[in-house]
């Protein structure tokens, strides 16, 4: 393999002229050390309440459901009364997230919050976005324990929490505060961009939900007055 | 997989005769024009973003070893192992060894277009270890044994009711008295059947649309979800791309991604977007416990510095096929190997050789559709024309085939396929009109004259204008 390798390169390498090699070096490495934005579309730009009307319109236009609460405190009230309202048991699996742990679950007292990984049995999750796209109405999930990735992909219905000044005008936003936080060049393990629940078009372009994934996805907005 | 490119005649014939595969095309085909169409118009900035995706990619290609390089570095940090494979046998042999190394016996499998050129499949089910395609359309070929007809709808040319033959023969455990007859009752079946595999896997295959080598990160693109369960719930998730695949940044890739989707299904974005980086952390209460990326050359790397390397810009989008008027006349399978539509006819020649694949390049009526709607900006008709220089210098092609007008000369030349010429020109009007079978019926002539600008009486029979052409 690793003559494999090394014949790769060379053929590579040896394809007509690339130019001076330090100026290719230096292209290379101005490119990734400093990452640039190229043309950001205007649909998402704009303030908070603009952001959130798009993100709401691009949602529901690929079959999501968006709900938007004034008080964190009802999210548990509110997940319960979505459960009910879609003929689904009062069950759900959310990851150890701590914003999703201090929600006041007591409030929903039918309801049963099960911490962890999805099991094949889950039939609804919650997870906390990172954050939520306007452009294209996308939520964004990071692996970890706090939100493990099979929580975004088993259970037939997706809850998803999202405050509402998480939400970025574009991906570009998001990829700004990733290297914040997790520094240049290094990613969580997972980054989902999820736009709307499972569909598969596959069968004489009838499009259908859901797929593979979840059959609802339901998109709760916090936004604080 | 087995190249039947140079059947090419005989399976265009096959296809026109085809009524079931016709009906498929002139239903489906208007439907992916139209979407395309309707997103582009949504988002104004779509043509600067396809000059921008043009020349991240031709940046890329100037510098692709430094990338290449620099994107394996960070893989490796991230925990994960990169394979070389320069040919097919090479990475599957890699995969294979994988496989091995973990016992596996079951490989769940995202939609991988890699996959199939490298006959993945096939070598898996000789080793003991059982694919299973998770993409519903890809899913429904493996049941029929057939390679894909179309980059990103493996399966556009089957109807529902072969689909649900198909699963009554092989869902032999479930009632054999259910109802099939609505498509959602098939997705709901497949779901059930797939889901336990997700489960069951020991090993999760997916390919790659893009690799970032600012971080190490692999990306898929899909709307079912399948991708993501195919690679989180295994032991192992192995990722098979090809070099060019390579982009610098996130941003870089964030700017082809939204050229991407657009072009292909005319959705704004696809329903998931998911960028993986090395295996699943100490703290992870899921993912794959390794990360393999093999990384295919296959005869890429001699296209670099050549007339053909634009070709190695495309992002397998399909766009070219859906509104190319020969793709739509005879279906993906008449091309005869992994890539149809006119990317396959340029790529194809280049991966296995022009004299195997030398009928490909006349598949076109230069109509120049393909290349307007690339997002890549590739312009194929030109690279088709390089490819038929390439043949004639190397005297492939008969002589009168050598002056004349691509796949008009060719086909006029063999009176059987007649009926291949007219319905090129009829899928030709309906690809420029945009309208679902508008022009279908048209006489050949009046469709030729009209989108070519040559003066042809009324009325005369496309064969009767060639046969004046050639003597006149
Ligand atoms: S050549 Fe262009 S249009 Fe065709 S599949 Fe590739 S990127 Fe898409």
Same mark, same amino acid.
């Given at each position: 393999?690793?003559?494999?390798?090394?014949?790769?390169?060379?053929?590579?390498?040896?394809?007509?002229?690339?130019?001076?090699?330090?100026?290719?070096?230096?292209?290379?490495?101005?490119?990734?050390?400093?990452?640039?934005?190229?043309?950001?579309?205007?649909?998402?730009?704009?303030?908070?309440?603009?952001?959130?009307?798009?993100?709401?319109?691009?949602?529901?236009?690929?079959?999501?459901?968006?709900?938007?609460?004034?008080?964190?405190?009802?999210?548990?009230?509110?997940?319960?009364?979505?459960?009910?309202?879609?003929?689904?048991?009062?069950?759900?699996?959310?990851?150890?997230?701590?914003?999703?742990?201090?929600?006041?679950?007591?409030?929903?007292?039918?309801?049963?919050?099960?911490?962890?990984?999805?099991?094949?049995?889950?039939?609804?999750?919650?997870?906390?976005?990172?954050?939520?796209?306007?452009?294209?109405?996308?939520?964004?999930?990071?692996?970890?324990?706090?939100?493990?990735?099979?929580?975004?992909?088993?259970?037939?219905?997706?809850?998803?929490?999202?405050?509402?000044?998480?939400?970025?005008?574009?991906?570009?936003?998001?990829?700004?505060?990733?290297?914040?936080?997790?520094?240049?060049?290094?990613?969580?393990?997972?980054?989902?961009?999820?736009?709307?629940?499972?569909?598969?078009?596959?069968?004489?372009?009838?499009?259908?939900?859901?797929?593979?994934?979840?059959?609802?996805?339901?998109?709760?907005?916090?936004?604080?007055? | 997989?087995?190249?039947?490119?140079?059947?090419?005649?005989?399976?265009?014939?096959?296809?026109?005769?085809?009524?079931?595969?016709?009906?498929?095309?002139?239903?489906?085909?208007?439907?992916?024009?139209?979407?395309?169409?309707?997103?582009?118009?949504?988002? @104004?900035?779509?043509?600067?973003? !396809? %000059? #921008?995706?043009?020349?991240?990619?031709?940046?890329?290609?100037? =510098? /692709? +070893?430094?990338?290449?390089?620099?994107?394996?570095?960070?893989?490796?940090?991230?925990?994960?192992?990169?394979?070389?494979?320069?040919?097919?046998?090479?990475?599957?042999?890699?995969?294979?060894?994988?496989?091995?190394?973990?016992?596996?016996?079951?490989?769940?499998?995202?939609?991988?277009?890699?996959?199939?050129?490298?006959?993945?499949?096939?070598?898996?089910?000789?080793?003991?270890?059982?694919?299973?395609?998770?993409?519903?359309?890809?899913?429904?070929?493996?049941?029929?044994?057939?390679?894909?007809?179309?980059?990103?709808? @493996?399966?556009?040319?089957?109807? !529902? %009711? #072969?689909?649900?033959?198909?699963?009554?023969?092989?869902?032999? =455990? /479930? +009632?054999?008295?259910?109802?099939?007859?609505?498509?959602?009752?098939?997705?709901?079946?497949?779901?059930?059947?797939?889901?336990?595999?997700?489960?069951?896997?020991?090993?999760?295959?997916?390919?790659?649309?893009?690799?970032?080598?600012?971080?190490?990160?692999?990306?898929?693109?899909?709307?079912?979800?399948?991708?993501?369960?195919?690679?989180?719930?295994?032991?192992?998730?192995?990722?098979?791309?090809?070099?060019?695949?390579?982009?610098?940044?996130?941003?870089?890739?964030?700017?082809?991604?939204?050229?991407?989707?657009?072009?292909?299904?005319?959705?704004?974005?696809?329903?998931?977007?998911?960028?993986?980086?090395?295996?699943?952390?100490?703290?992870?209460?899921?993912?794959?416990?390794?990360?393999?990326?093999?990384?295919?050359?296959?005869?890429?790397?001699?296209?670099?510095?050549?007339?053909?390397?634009?070709?190695?810009?495309?992002?397998?989008?399909?766009?070219?096929?859906?509104?190319?008027?020969?793709?739509?006349?005879?279906?993906?399978?008449?091309?005869?190997?992994?890539?149809?539509?006119?990317?396959?006819?340029?790529?194809?020649?280049?991966?296995?050789?022009?004299?195997?694949?030398?009928?490909?390049?006349?598949?076109?009526?230069?109509?120049?559709?393909?290349?307007?709607?690339?997002?890549?900006?590739?312009?194929?008709?030109?690279?088709?024309?390089?490819?038929?220089?390439?043949?004639?210098?190397?005297?492939?092609?008969?002589?009168?085939?050598?002056?004349?007008?691509?796949?008009?000369?060719?086909?006029?030349?063999?009176?059987?396929?007649?009926?291949?010429?007219?319905?090129?020109?009829?899928?030709?009007?309906?690809?420029?009109?945009?309208?679902?079978?508008?022009?279908?019926?048209?006489?050949?002539?009046?469709?030729?004259?009209?989108?070519?600008?040559?003066?042809?009486?009324?009325?005369?029979?496309?064969?009767?204008?060639?046969?004046?052409?050639?003597?006149?």
């Amino acid at each position: 393999m690793d003559n494999a390798r090394s014949r790769i390169f060379a053929r590579i390498r040896s394809s007509a002229d690339k130019g001076d090699e330090t100026a290719r070096v230096a292209a290379v490495e101005a490119r990734l050390q400093h990452p640039q934005r190229n043309l950001v579309p205007e649909r998402g730009q704009g303030d908070e309440a603009h952001r959130i009307e798009v993100f709401v319109r691009m949602m529901e236009a690929v079959g999501g459901t968006v709900e938007i609460l004034r008080d964190l405190n009802d999210v548990p009230a509110s997940v319960a009364t979505y459960l009910r309202n879609t003929n689904r048991p009062a069950m759900i699996r959310r990851g150890r997230d701590e914003y999703l742990a201090n929600l006041p679950w007591h409030r929903a007292q039918t309801l049963t919050v099960k911490e962890g990984r999805a099991e094949d049995a889950d039939t609804a999750s919650l997870t906390h976005a990172f954050a939520g796209v306007a452009e294209t109405g996308t939520v964004v999930q990071l692996s970890g324990v706090d939100n493990p990735t099979t929580l975004n992909f088993m259970p037939e219905a997706h809850i998803v929490l999202l405050e509402a000044k998480d939400i970025t005008a574009s991906y570009e936003e998001v990829w700004t505060r990733l290297r914040d936080i997790y520094g240049p060049g290094q990613m969580p393990r997972t980054v989902n961009m999820i736009s709307g629940p499972s569909r598969t078009g596959d069968i004489e372009q009838t499009i259908v939900r859901p797929a593979h994934g979840p059959k609802d996805m339901h998109v709760i907005i916090v936004r604080r007055p | 997989m087995e190249a039947k490119t140079a059947e090419f005649t005989s399976n265009v014939a096959r296809a026109i005769a085809d009524s079931q595969l016709q009906g498929t095309m002139t239903e489906t085909g208007p439907r992916f024009i139209e979407k395309r169409a309707k997103a582009r118009a949504g988002l @104004p900035e779509f043509d600067a973003l !396809r %000059d #921008q995706a043009r020349d991240i990619k031709d940046h890329v290609l100037a =510098h /692709l +070893d430094l990338y290449l390089e620099r994107y394996e570095a960070k893989v490796v940090e991230s925990g994960g192992h990169v394979h070389w494979a320069e040919t097919a046998e090479e990475a599957r042999a890699a995969i294979l060894g994988i496989c091995r190394k973990l016992d596996a016996k079951l490989a769940t499998k995202g939609k991988s277009m890699i996959s199939e050129e490298i006959g993945l499949n096939q070598a898996l089910e000789a080793a003991g270890v059982t694919p299973v395609e998770t993409d519903l359309g890809e899913y429904l070929i493996q049941l029929r044994n057939e390679p894909p007809s179309h980059i990103i709808a @493996p399966a556009v040319h089957l109807t !529902r %009711d #072969q689909i649900e033959a198909d699963f009554r023969k092989a869902h032999t =455990h /479930l +009632d054999p008295n259910r109802d099939l007859t609505e498509i959602p009752t098939l997705v709901e079946e497949a779901r059930t059947v797939l889901r336990q595999k997700y489960l069951d896997a020991d090993v999760g295959i997916t390919g790659a649309n893009f690799l970032i080598a600012e971080t190490g990160t692999s990306i898929i693109v899909t709307n079912e979800g399948n991708g993501d369960l195919t690679q989180t719930l295994p032991k192992a998730h192995i990722v098979i791309a090809s070099i060019e695949k390579i982009v610098p940044t996130l941003e870089d890739a964030t700017t082809i991604l939204r050229v991407l989707a657009r072009s292909a299904t005319g959705q704004d974005f696809s329903n998931y977007t998911t960028f993986s980086t090395g295996p699943r952390r100490p703290e992870d209460p899921d993912g794959p416990g390794e990360y393999h990326v093999v990384i295919l050359d296959n005869g890429r790397s001699n296209v670099l510095g050549t007339e053909f390397q634009d070709m190695l810009r495309c992002i397998r989008c399909g766009a070219c096929l859906n509104h190319c008027p020969v793709y739509q006349a005879v279906g993906g399978h008449a091309y005869g190997w992994v890539y149809p539509g006119p990317i396959g006819s340029v790529v194809t020649p280049a991966l296995i050789g022009i004299e195997k694949a030398k009928h490909l390049p006349n598949a076109s009526t230069f109509c120049g559709r393909c290349e307007e709607v690339c997002p890549m900006r590739i312009p194929l008709p030109r690279l088709l024309r390089h490819w038929r220089e390439k043949e004639f210098e190397k005297h492939l092609t008969p002589g009168a085939v050598r002056t004349g007008l691509g796949v008009w000369a060719y086909f006029a030349k063999r009176p059987k396929l007649y009926q291949f010429g007219t319905r090129v020109a009829a899928r030709l009007l309906s690809v420029m009109s945009g309208k679902k079978g508008r022009l279908a019926s048209l006489p050949l002539a009046q469709g030729w004259t009209r989108y070519r600008d040559m003066p042809a009486p009324q009325g005369k029979t496309f064969q009767a204008m060639w046969k004046e052409r050639r003597h006149g």
